[in-house]
Nanobody, 117 residues
Framework: QVQLVESGGGLVQAGGSLRLSCAAS????????MDWYRQAPGKQRELVAS???????NYADSVKGRFTISRDNAENTVSLQMNSLKPEDTAVYYC???????????WGQGTQVTVSS
């Protein structure tokens, strides 16, 4: 069983930056991809960014050019650098690990990001 623990959330003004981190209790190399999701109140959870074991990245259109996902295989961490934050980025952000391309096997507990206008 792998545990994922997010950190780095908080309150920031619009235009500011935050860096989220996800620490895994085991090797992230065992996962085909690592994802960041977010869920705003009253909305469905949505995929924000993903990074494959090989380092390929994908982003939601709403965050392209503002967010950057990265991984440190030696430290077993995945990070999400968020710049030019907007109030609509306010959500609980979750880290997730996929053991198959279609299967998310592990979720973190989430970290709150609040962007004030």
């Amino acid at each position: 069983q792998v545990q994922l623990v997010e950190s780095g959330g908080g309150l920031v003004q619009a235009g500011g930056s935050l860096r989220l981190s996800c620490a895994a209790s085991g090797s992230i190399l065992s996962f085909v991809a690592m994802d960041w999701y977010r869920q705003a109140p009253g909305k469905q959870r949505e995929l924000v960014a993903s990074i494959s074991a090989g380092g390929s990245t994908n982003y939601a259109d709403s965050v392209k050019g503002r967010f950057t996902i990265s991984r440190d295989n030696a430290e077993n961490t995945v990070s999400l650098q968020m710049n030019s934050l907007k109030p609509e980025d306010t959500a609980v952000y979750y880290c997730a690990a996929r053991t198959k391309t279609w299967l998310i096997s592990y979720w973190g507990q989430g970290t709150q990001v609040t962007v004030s206008s």
